[in-house]
């Protein structure tokens, strides 16, 4: 900060900023080896720095103000399931040779690059692996099982018993999806948020999809900025343990409060508006989700969730996703959504004419999920 | 910030009206007054524009005027006239460069020190636009988009966007002025007090204007206490505007 701004320590957001600064460079020293530098100077000196010195640790990484520094583009794309599948039931982790072999067997069901099945599945296809990111064909390297950490079988709790309400919100919800899936969309409410573009995977907690897998973080004093690809809804989180909003102000992407734990940042979401088809169809009254991110290495930052919601699972449970540092020729892009929204247009206008035509509903193939 | 430059990193929030015309306007009824009265009214304000006109090329005047008759128009029927009706604002579409910075809608400039990052972020409410900007950057935009190409440097206690590889369709205001494909924005960040920063873009589009041309207005802290951008995310406030006539209507 420079002298003339010396005056802005009268104003809150400053007193903040400055008030972390000198806490935190008096007790974390700079780190004697250089934080994580230019991803291109980063990637020449890896291989001197192999034999010289010894791996990075997380608490290496540190902004000039004396923050963790996650800082970075990072992917998490993957192609390990959310849940534990049934065939691998006993095994956390995986050996090298039975890594391989879930790899290729979930790739092979996932790619969009095959010619086998029906001619509709075929035709569905076409929206093939040339659109998709590629690493969403590849398991996490610590060649886990499950995305699910907690509980210990790697699947979702077992759910409670839910209101009479929710159910039919729950029905309803899957009546719009079916007309939706047969082609005969009534309304735009039918479409999921995601084909409205009012929010896709930038809603929390953030989860692996078909394509625009990146996050950008940039930090400052006081803040860390979350920047998903898709759809550019930049997620501001303050650290200075400000209260969240009222109650009445109810947020798609929630209300986030940060602070450190040590090397991990982790971040409380509240706020969710009620109508958000939240998070695997959670209770939005009573959905706590805690997010922690800690800076691994050099290329890596681990993002992990924790999902409580007393009136929907038996026990909370956690989700641990590795984020990769994205090679420095690729970069963010502009996700436009809404601007070209085509879809909305074309599926409403496709129900209408076969109306006048005279059909019917018919519910057409499903390719798996879109993981 | 540590490293020398001045910091910008708060919340900011222009006062002009020149979301309803850049340049000189008197009150206005807007659109559709017989359903809106004064709801849907815009206020008087002075042009922001140095000079106080807009140098069009006579052809491009003529396209603006056309702009603003059917400025509340829409028609997303076929998608290759999907853009050619109204004001891209009125649909939830990004605002683009310099439009975002004078909105009535707060933003935040995030702005980072140090080796590890070269990038600062400019969060706005409407909309959720976003803009990553390149600092120290030659590298030209990959694809046109929205918000514009924008690549960041400071000259002394100023900084200094450049910004191109815009699309065309985004508009400077609701009065109808528009640019081209070949727009190109540079703007200028100037902090003058604590609590104030001046702003100035210069613009400059061969194919509509007869010579480069600025704004200029004033950037204000946003001081209330915890203070915080919200959610505009207006694509629901449109859909019945845009899709409502292809919706299943009720039978008889």
Redesign the interface.
Known sequence: ??H??A??A?????VI?CGSLSLLMGQAPQPAR?????PQKQAAAAPAAKSAAPPAKSSD?R???GDP?L??VWNDATSTPLQRPTGVADKTVLNDSEAEEFQEEIANRLSRDRRDGSSELDANRAYNEHWMDYRRLKITKDHRTSLIVDPPDGRIPPTVPISAERQKERDDRAAALARFNAGMP???FDFDLPI????RT?MPPYMPIIYNNDF?I????G?V?I?PEM????R?I?LDK??H?GKN?Q???GDPRGHWEGNTLVIETTNFRPDTNIFQQADPATFHLTERLTRVDAKTVNYEYTIEDPHTWTRPWTVRIPWTRIDPAE????Y?C???N?D??HF??G??DR?RRGEVAVPIPRLPPLQ | ???????L??YWQALVTADWDLQDHEAQAGPKPEINGVYGAGPAGQSIVEGGVIPYRPEALAKKKKNFETRAMSD??S?KT?HNLGD?EM????PGVPRANYLPFPF?I????????????I?YEY????R?VRMNTKAEA??P???GWSRGSWDG?TLVIDVSGFRE?TWFDRAGDYHSDELHVVERYT?VS??HLMYEATIEDPKVFTRPWKVRFPLY?R?E??F????F?C??FT?EM??GR???KPTP
């Not at chain 1, 940039?218 to 004093?221: F, G, H, L, W």
Request: net charge negative; charged share 20%.
């Open positions: 900060m420079t003339r701004f005056a802005l009268s104003t809150p957001a400053i900023a250089k934080a994580a530098g230019e990484f902004t000039p103000w520094d800082q970075g009534n309304s735009y409205r573009c009012v929010v930038d950008q940039v930090q400052s004093p803040y900025i920047a759809i550019h809804s930049t501001i303050p400000r209260p909003v102000l947020l798609w992407l970069q963010m892009y502009e436009a809404y601007e070209d085509y909305e247009s409403l206008q129900a209408r109306e | 910030m540590p490293d020398g430059h001045p910091d990193n708060g997303v029927s998608d999907w891209p649909k939830c579409y990004m935040r995030v702005q980072s020190s140090g080796a590890s990052t070269p990038y600062m972020i969060s909309a959720n636009s976003t990553i990959p694809i988009s929205w918000m206690d369709e902090p604590p609590f802290r001081m206490q915890n915080q951008i919200l959610e995310k694509a629901p859909e845009l899709y292809f919706v299943k």
